[in-house]
């Protein structure tokens, strides 16, 4: 078993620390808001007050954090950052969603210092995390990514490295930009359905024994149908990737993409930037 430092303690990063404890692993767990760690501490889990007090007493430190600015501060703050603590031997790992520019930005300020570093980011979300079931997508020096294959396993589904910093980031983003073309495509299709007067449970039968259904069309089609948008992939979160996605592929040339951002736009204007990704289905039901 590892010493691990787990730093951010949102919805994700919460139930993957406490995969990773029920594993038998030593955890030290960091939050800006500190209160956010006290069922983790609870349960087993040491609580730092720094970034950099957490990645010193560990031998891998993983980030789940917001967007790429925070990482940045997380990170790379002279005072309080986890590469500030990292030991020379140990590992950090990025499992947040940011920019592929952020990940190459984290690797070369590691490298610089003699520091190891792993792009991580996952494909999955609340229930993939609870149940060690994860994709992960990991950028770096392949010595590196073995290292840290038996620590990410607890969480894992599959571990598939990609390349090197950057090259996960990139991963990430084209996973959650079909995803959420996905999701907007039917966001148009249930109202079309719903309006014209359908029986919904028989049109969705349907369509399931068709091509077009993919495995992720129960669980978007279910929660739109119950409009149960209890957030596991908020639409702010997913509409933060979209223009990671567009700043990296250019608008010009992912014109389905810009379309389905500005479609999650609305739905944040529309005051439904904290429900799930689903939710979008309300701006087209108005």
Same mark, same amino acid.
């Given at each position: 078993?590892?010493?691990?430092?787990?730093?951010?303690?949102?919805?994700?990063?919460?139930?993957?620390?406490?995969?990773?404890?029920?594993?038998?692993?030593?955890?030290?767990?960091?939050?800006?808001?500190?209160?956010?760690?006290?069922?983790?501490?609870?349960?087993?889990?040491?609580?730092?007050?720094?970034?950099?007090?957490?990645?010193?007493?560990?031998?891998?430190?993983?980030?789940?954090?917001?967007?790429?600015?925070?990482?940045?501060?997380?990170?790379?703050?002279?005072?309080?950052?986890?590469?500030?603590?990292?030991?020379?031997?140990?590992?950090?790992?990025?499992?947040?969603?940011?920019?592929?520019?952020?990940?190459?930005?984290?690797?070369?300020?590691?490298?610089?210092?003699?520091?190891?570093?792993?792009?991580?980011?996952?494909?999955?979300?609340?229930?993939?995390?609870?149940?060690?079931?994860?994709?992960?997508?990991?950028?770096?020096?392949?010595?590196?990514?073995?290292?840290?294959?038996?620590?990410?396993?607890?969480?894992?589904?599959?571990?598939?490295?990609?390349?090197?910093? $950057?090259?996960? %980031? =990139? *991963?990430?983003?084209?996973?959650? #930009?079909?995803?959420?073309?996905?999701? /907007?495509?039917? !966001?148009?299709?249930?109202?079309?359905?719903?309006?014209?007067?359908?029986?919904?449970?028989?049109?969705?039968?349907?369509?399931?024994?068709?091509?077009?259904?993919?495995?992720?069309?129960?669980?978007?089609?279910?929660?739109?149908?119950?409009?149960?948008?209890?957030?596991?992939?908020?639409?702010?979160?997913?509409?933060?990737?979209?223009?990671?996605?567009?700043?990296? $592929?250019?608008? %010009? =040339? *992912?014109?389905?993409?810009?379309? #389905?951002?500005?479609?999650?736009?609305? /739905?944040?204007? !529309?005051?439904?930037?904290?429900?799930?990704?689903?939710?979008?289905?309300?701006?087209?039901?108005?």
């Amino acid at each position: 078993m590892a010493k691990i430092a787990f730093l951010g303690m949102g919805a994700m990063g919460s139930r993957m620390a406490r995969t990773l404890l029920d594993a038998g692993h030593d955890l030290i767990v960091w939050n800006r808001t500190p209160e956010r760690c006290a069922p983790l501490v609870e349960a087993g889990a040491t609580q730092a007050d720094t970034p950099r007090d957490a990645a010193a007493q560990a031998e891998f430190t993983i980030s789940m954090l917001r967007d790429t600015e925070v990482s940045r501060e997380v990170w790379c703050d002279p005072e309080t950052g986890a590469f500030a603590g990292l030991p020379e031997e140990a590992v950090a790992i990025e499992s947040s969603t940011i920019t592929p520019e952020g990940a190459i930005a984290l690797g070369e300020y590691a490298r610089e210092r003699g520091l190891s570093f792993l792009e991580a980011p996952v494909s999955g979300t609340l229930p993939q995390a609870e149940n060690g079931v994860l994709v992960y997508f990991l950028g770096g020096e392949a010595e590196t990514a073995k290292r840290a294959h038996d620590v990410l396993d607890p969480l894992a589904k599959a571990q598939h490295h990609v390349g090197t910093w $950057g090259m996960a %980031a =990139r *991963m990430k983003l084209a996973t959650n #930009a079909i995803l959420g073309v996905q999701v /907007a495509a039917w !966001a148009e299709i249930i109202p079309m359905l719903e309006r014209g007067g359908m029986d919904i449970d028989l049109a969705l039968k349907a369509l399931s024994s068709t091509p077009i259904w993919t495995p992720n069309a129960p669980y978007i089609t279910g929660t739109m149908q119950r409009s149960d948008f209890t957030p596991q992939f908020p639409v702010d979160l997913i509409s933060k990737d979209f223009r990671y996605a567009i700043a990296e $592929g250019g608008e %010009a =040339r *992912m014109p389905m993409t810009e379309a #389905a951002k500005r479609l999650f736009a609305r /739905a944040s204007e !529309a005051g439904h930037g904290a429900e799930n990704m689903t939710g979008v289905v309300q701006v087209n039901r108005d």
